[in-house]
């Protein structure tokens, strides 16, 4: 017979979900992106704002449903981060509801 292991779900802090986000944000971030081709850099600064926002909205909860949105960015391909030559990644942001429990955030 099988062991069942019991999986217990654990939520990051806002100072532990801020570190883990650090280096993401470091590769994507206009300022430290020079390279990267105009068109990237913009997408990226618009994505980033909308990120930022949805983190505030984690920390202090949403006055009005949060509707789930997917954000693009660009980042080096892995080797070529000084190159220019940049991949897409999408960001998937689920739903908040208002008044959300932020036990539930």
């Keep these: 017979r099988p062991l069942a292991l019991a999986r217990q779900r654990r ?3 806002f100072a532990e979900l801020t ?3 650090r280096p993401f944000l470091k590769s994507v971030h206009p300022d430290l992106t020079h390279a ?3 068109d990237a850099r913009t997408v990226n600064q618009q994505s980033l704002m ?3 926002a949805y983190v505030d909205l984690l920390e202090v909860g949403p ?3 949060f509707v789930a ?3 693009t960015f660009f980042r080096g391909k892995p080797g070529n981060e ?3 030559k940049v991949r897409m990644m999408r960001v998937q942001l689920p739903s908040i509801p208002p008044d959300a429990d932020p ?3």
Aim: charged share 30%.
């Design 11 to 13: 939520f990051l802090t």
């Design 19 to 21: 570190k883990h986000l």
């Design 36 to 38: 990267f081709p105009d």
């Design 50 to 52: 909308k990120l930022n």
């Design 63 to 65: 006055k009005a449903p």
């Design 69 to 71: 949105e997917t954000l």
């Design 82 to 84: 000084h190159t220019g």
């Design 103 to 105: 036990d539930i955030r």
